[in-house]
C-alpha cells in the first residue's frame, strides 16, 4: 500500500507541475491585442479587421502610423501592404488576436 501512496503524490506533483507550465507559456492575448493595436497607430488608425485562416486583414487610415518591425517582434510571421491594407500573418492566433481586438475597439 505504501508504494501505491508514492505513486499518487507522485502523479499529483506531477500534474501540479504540468498546469503550471501550461499556465505560464499560455498567451496573454489581451494584453497581445492591446499592443498590436498601438503598433497599427492605435484604435482611431483602425477602419475594419478581418480574419481569415491565418491572416489577420486590417485596413488602416494611415499606414504609415503601423509600425512593422514592432508587429513582427509580436509574432506576425509575414506582413503584406497592399494600399491602406496590412495582412498580417500570425498563424493559429489570428482569430484570437481578432476577437481581443474588436471588443477594446468597442470600449
Known sequence: MPRIIQYLIIAVVLAIISLVIIKLTK????????????????????????CNMSR???????VSLAD???I????AKGIVEIDNQLK???????RELKK????????
Request: no cysteine.
Open 27 to 50: 498567451r496573454d492575448f489581451n494584453i497581445e491585442a492591446n499592443k498590436l493595436i498601438t503598433y497599427l497607430g492605435g484604435k482611431d488608425n483602425i477602419i475594419n479587421t478581418e
Open 56 to 62: 489577420f486583414k486590417v485596413i488602416l487610415k494611415d
Open 68 to 70: 512593422k518591425d514592432a
Open 72 to 75: 513582427q517582434k509580436l509574432g
Open 88 to 94: 498580417i500573418i500570425f498563424g493559429k492566433n489570428a
Open 100 to 107: 481581443y481586438i474588436e471588443e477594446i475597439m468597442k470600449k
